[in-house]
Structure formats: C-alpha cells, structure tokens
C-alpha cells in the first residue's frame, strides 16, 4: 500500500515557476514508478509526465516538453514535478499516482494509488 501527498500548487503569472512534490509512505516507494496528471474544469484528467524506478526514463506529454522536469528522490520517498514557463492553460488540479510496474504508463488505468491533487492557476 502507497498513500500520495501532493504539495506545492499554488497561484502564479504566466511565465513563472512552480516546483510540485509527491510524498509517498511505504517503505517500497523505489519499486513503484510514478505519473503526475492533471484535470482542468470540464475536462478529463490527463497524462502530464511519468518516471521509471531508477529515473532512468522519464515520459512527457507533449504540451509540457521543454517545460517540466519530473524527478524523484526515492531516500526521501518524493517525487517532484519543476514546471517552467507556465501558461494559463497549465491551470488544472494536479495528481500524482503511483504503480508497481516495469514501465510508467500514461492510462490512468495504468496506476494504482492517487493522491488528493494540488491546485495549480497560472493568470495571464
């Protein structure tokens, strides 16, 4: 079992910086790849980014290339996402999810555990 804890959303202007985080409990945490998502207003939550165990592969959607960084630390059992250059289409609320897996999926089906999200709003 994995719990999630989304933290550091917030309110910015467009242009600016956010560095997320994903704090997870269990003492197998390294074992589990991770994905953040996202869910706008009257939209379905999409795939934003994905790690492998190791962090030796990473998987972006295509609208935060070049934009967002997700990295973990598995010593401190987090995972973060460093968004760059934010737009107001970034605004959304952001999960995390976790699953025990080789390959980090992009599906929500591919993952087990979620956290409660993190709003982000980025203003123009």
């Known amino acids: 079992q994995v719990q999630l804890v989304e933290s550091g959303g917030g309110m910015v202007q467009a242009g600016g910086s956010l560095r997320l985080s994903c704090a997870a409990s269990?003492?197998?945490?390294?074992?589990?790849?991770v994905g953040w998502f996202r869910q706008a207003p009257g939209k379905e939550r999409e795939f934003v980014a994905a790690?492998?165990?190791?962090?030796?592969?990473?998987y972006y959607a295509d609208s935060v290339k070049g934009r967002f960084t997700i990295s973990r630390d598995n010593a401190k059992n987090t995972v973060y996402l460093q968004m760059i250059s934010l737009k107001p289409e970034d605004t959304a609320v952001y999960y995390c999810?976790?699953?025990?897996?080789?390959?980090?999926?992009?599906?929500?089906?591919?993952?087990?555990?979620w956290g409660q999200g993190t709003q982000v709003t980025v203003s123009s």
């Open positions: 790690i492998s165990w190791t962090a030796s592969r990473t």
């Open positions: 999810a976790a699953a025990r897996r080789v390959v980090p999926g992009k599906t929500r089906n591919d993952y087990d555990y």
């Open positions: 269990g003492r197998t945490f390294s074992s589990y790849v």
